[in-house]
């Protein structure tokens, strides 16, 4: 089995968005790695979409986006928003 240049380039476009993540935000790294393969997955579904829909594609894109984007945006919002788990976070960090 060979890379082509396709592969190779989602390859690194999701590479280059877990890096991102990584260095700028605070999320949790495999949330990052959720949220870079999302980036792929729907790079290679808005390419596709002219020529082909393929159902394994839409089942993955689907999936990506409600166990791994969804609560990411969720966590993101809530414990960015709420006092409350602000508040446990230090207790924690303070206890630790």
Same mark, same amino acid.
């Given at each position: 089995?060979? *890379?082509? +240049?396709?592969?190779? =380039?989602?390859?690194?476009?999701? %590479?280059?968005? &877990?890096?991102?993540?990584?260095?700028f935000t605070g999320l949790y790294y495999m949330s990052e790695l959720g949220?870079?393969?999302?980036?792929?997955?729907?790079?290679?579904? *808005?390419? +596709?979409?002219?020529? =082909?829909?393929?159902?394994?594609? %839409?089942?993955? &894109?689907?999936?990506?986006?409600?166990?791994?984007?969804?609560?990411?945006?969720?966590?993101?919002?809530?414990?960015?928003?709420?006092?409350?788990?602000?508040?446990?976070?230090?207790?924690?960090?303070?206890?630790?």
């Open positions: 089995m060979y *890379l082509s +240049d396709r592969s190779i =380039r989602l390859l690194a476009l999701g %590479l280059v968005v &877990f890096a991102y993540l990584q260095v949220i870079a393969l999302f980036a792929g997955l729907a790079v290679k579904f *808005l390419q +596709d979409l002219g020529k =082909r829909i393929e159902i394994r594609d %839409l089942i993955s &894109f689907m999936s990506v986006l409600q166990w791994i984007i969804g609560p990411s945006w969720l966590i993101i919002s809530f414990l960015t928003t709420s006092s409350t788990i602000w508040l446990f976070r230090k207790m924690c960090i303070w206890t630790s």
